[in-house]
């Protein structure tokens, strides 16, 4: 076969693997000046290796394809060997094509998303440190959690984040002492220790009468240790436990009577709307009663109930540390007269939702409004806005409105949940649409625009985009005629050595780098020009349409050259 003879393959093939290792030694090279994160080095590398092998792929074949023909048997010009040394050289440029529209925008954003982790590790720790010098403790934790998100076993994630947690306890116990001291001071003048000790002294009594003695005990102790100048209270603590020391109440008991006592504390947390306290309750009953059937259950239950005005700041770390993120923003507008713009510092995807960091959503028009905060999450319709950390049940980021509260009471978060006239598969669409285009998956870009444009993002580069992905399979395959031409042109008298051939393609695919980089460019600029003057769906067909003169053009050129008298 004249394929097996020119060689055309096995030069490819050395071709192809030589850019690969050329590519990971100049990424290798790169890497201290890229600021990639050592935990993101082998496979940043590797990623970039693949993209420089993609950008030399059509120098690679059109020097292949020369290469081949050069050294091919053919004697009848250019159409005897275009029906067969060059048929292994379209079908090696329909696979670069698909490699190229396929994978190649994965590996860009898989790059791109490793340079701006590492990019945004950086800043963040920065950051945290700045914050924990001026002590903005909340600062300098949410920064750190931007860096957990990212390499949680980085070392100095892990040295800055111990003295940031340790501050923050100390912080807390400083507040808690402050606003205990306040409240016993504030409810001295105003007696509602009283009024609170009354209450519980009242449900002893109930559960005194009804003999329900350990009840009665703990309900009682509750009423002294709130207020304890009355007398009555003291003798009711008393008269319970002679009653429990009649009983001769085990340990165990003992310990039962308190844990009914705590869970009831939480049934009732529950049943007024305060589920976070709910959630604390059964979270500390469960780390030593995980096998109580109440415990467990009523865990789940506030946890559920917790999760529709609240959720847990692990899911965003979780969704961050696994989706590429980038600033979001989106535009939608109603037919009532008004339009709401929501915009995030940072986005991303999960299965389950679409998590954002600094958030502000404005609506004006009818029903203004003006929210922000630092954390949020779309589930849905339902935009939730106050992040809770599940150990400690510590609420880390709450919204700040700063006009119209949306209407509802304590069962409804108190603003803390927004029903928007969008979900996350739409704001997951324009996260996808608003970053580099080179980074789009051709699926998304050929029917995205649409989108791009109901939701305020710019169409012109979404389009540019897909007529230059277009253009690419045409391009390789120009570039592989005529390369053959080329081949048949300067074909030598004497067939061409195997090491000459070896040692001359290298050099060759470097000479032919530039040249096609300027012929790139130039299909750029007219890719752009037809993004911007063709109207929508007419976009394809006569930019194809065009590409086919081109292919039909470098046919005519590649005989043109083959056959020209030397």
Known sequence: MAERKSGFLGVTAALLALAFIAGFAIALASIGKSGVLYKFAIAWESTRALLYLANWAPAILLVASALAMESSEAV???????????????????????????????LEERANRYESQSALFTDSLGLAEASLRTGALDAADRNLRACAAIDPLDERYVAL???????????????????????????????????AGNRFYLEALKARDEGRVFDAHYLAKRSYAIYSKRPEVKRLVDETWRALERLNPSAENVRAAALYGRKLEGYKRFQEGDYLEAFRIYSELAVENRDDDEVRTWLARSEEALATVAFFIEEDEQAFARSDERPFSMTVSGSGAWTMRLSASRAAISEEAVYFRDLVLTRTGTGPLSVSSPFARLHGNLLVLKAINRVDARVLGSPTYDSVTPAGGARQGEGNTLRLSFDQNDAATVLRLSGDPADIPLALLATGTDDAQRFGLEVEPLRAELASRAAYPFSVLMLALIGAGLGIRFK???????????????????????????????????????????????????????????????????????????
Do not use: H
């Open 76 to 106: 009848d010009g250019f159409s005897e060997a275009a029906y067969g040394v060059l048929a292994p050289a379209l079908f090696l440029a329909a696979a670069i094509s698909i490699f190229y529209l396929l994978v190649v925008p994965n």
């Open 161 to 195: 984040n111990d003295r940031v947690q340790s501050a923050i306890v100390k912080e807390e116990a400083a507040k808690a002492d402050a606003a205990a001291r306040l409240a016993l001071g504030q409810a001295r003048e105003t007696g509602e220790p009283w009024a």
């Open 492 to 566: 030598s008298t004497e067939k061409p050595g195997t090491a000459m051939k070896y040692l001359s393609a290298p050099i060759l695919v470097a000479l032919a780098i530039g040249p096609l980089r300027i012929v790139a460019g130039i299909a750029s600029v007219a890719a752009r020009a037809f993004a911007t003057l063709v109207p929508g769906s007419m976009l394809l067909p006569a930019w194809l349409g065009f590409l086919g003169l081109c292919v039909a053009g470098s046919l005519i050129l590649a005989a043109r050259i083959a056959g020209a008298p030397r």
